[in-house]
């Protein structure tokens, strides 16, 4: 499984952007996929998710309302489209994958075991 994520760029404050990960593998639809992100001196944190089997979507506070995680099936693709974006979004952005099985915690990044290379995100103010 690989994950290939795309999008990033240096925007201002208030601006819009969309990331994109395209997952290579045959069973698309039974991986639930995530979207975390990390900032200079800090740690990884979770920012969005949305499972396999259904449309439930899971959020971090800090962006809820503003990000909003989608998929296509036909493209093999997680999109995380980030709006009123603020200079505390400022990161590194990694899209993240796990073949949906039992409990899922999607808050926890070490739920995944498949994550793409990551994609910075500047936002000026």
């Known amino acids: 499984v690989q994950l290939q994520a795309s999008g990033g760029g240096l925007v201002q404050a208030g601006s819009s952007l969309t990331l994109s990960c395209e997952v290579s593998?045959?069973?698309?639809?039974?991986?639930?996929l995530g979207w975390f992100r990390q900032a200079p001196g800090k740690e990884r944190e979770f920012v969005a998710a949305r499972r396999s089997s259904d449309t439930t979507t899971y959020y971090a506070d800090s962006v809820k309302g503003r990000f909003t995680i989608s998929r296509d099936f036909a493209k093999n693709t997680v999109y995380l489209q980030m709006n009123s974006l603020k200079p505390e979004d400022t990161a590194i952005y990694y899209c993240a994958a796990r073949y949906s099985s039992g409990s899922y915690y999607p808050r926890k990044s070490d739920e995944y075991a498949y994550w793409g290379q990551g994609t910075q995100v500047t936002v000026s103010s």
């Open positions: 593998v045959r069973t698309f639809s039974r991986y639930d």
